[in-house]
């Protein structure tokens, strides 16, 4: 058992060092775009003044609005990045948030900032989308009950 031991900690050192550097050349190549993301934004947004009709005008504001989405969810996965890099060096990365057990390796190696495992992920975004689905029921509701006249 122990021979198992020895050499399950020294691969699983390997694979946690390849993910490692997966998630390290991940972190480096998507602060580069969102950085020259933000720069395009700022040097379109100095950009000579043109004078607009409402249609272009609202074709530029739906554009921008994609562009700051986008860099929007690519600074969420850099936030993700770094702290899948926390838990290596804590030593924590590859448990599951929730139960504690091991994050399977194909799970890491497709998504190498996940904090849960497969069953853990499902039950936790099976109650996130009950949670919206209750939360607009009771939006519905409540403008519904807007709506009545008065007596």
């Known amino acids: 058992m122990s021979t198992t031991t020895n050499i399950e900690g020294p691969t699983k050192r390997i694979r946690w060092n390849e993910l490692k550097k ?13 950085h020259g993301r933000i720069r395009d934004a700022r040097t379109d947004s100095t950009k000579g003044c043109q004078v607009l009709d409402e249609g272009e005008s609202s074709e530029v504001d739906i554009q921008d609005d ?3 989405a986008l860099i929007q969810l690519k600074a969420e996965t850099l936030n993700r990045i770094d702290a899948a890099l926390r838990r290596i060096n804590e030593g924590t990365y590859g448990c599951c948030f929730e139960c504690g057990g091991e ?8 998504l190498p900032f996940a904090m849960r495992c497969k069953d853990c992920e499902e039950t936790h975004e099976t109650s996130e ?9 009771h939006g519905f509701s409540a403008i519904a009950f807007d709506l009545r006249p008065n007596p």
Do not use: G, K
């Open 103 to 110: 994050i399977a390796e194909a799970r890491l190696r497709a």
């Open 66 to 68: 994609i562009e700051f």
């Open 129 to 137: 989308q009950r949670e919206r689905i209750m939360a607009q029921r």
């Open 22 to 34: 997966i998630l390290e050349d991940r972190h480096s190549a998507l602060t580069h775009e969102v």
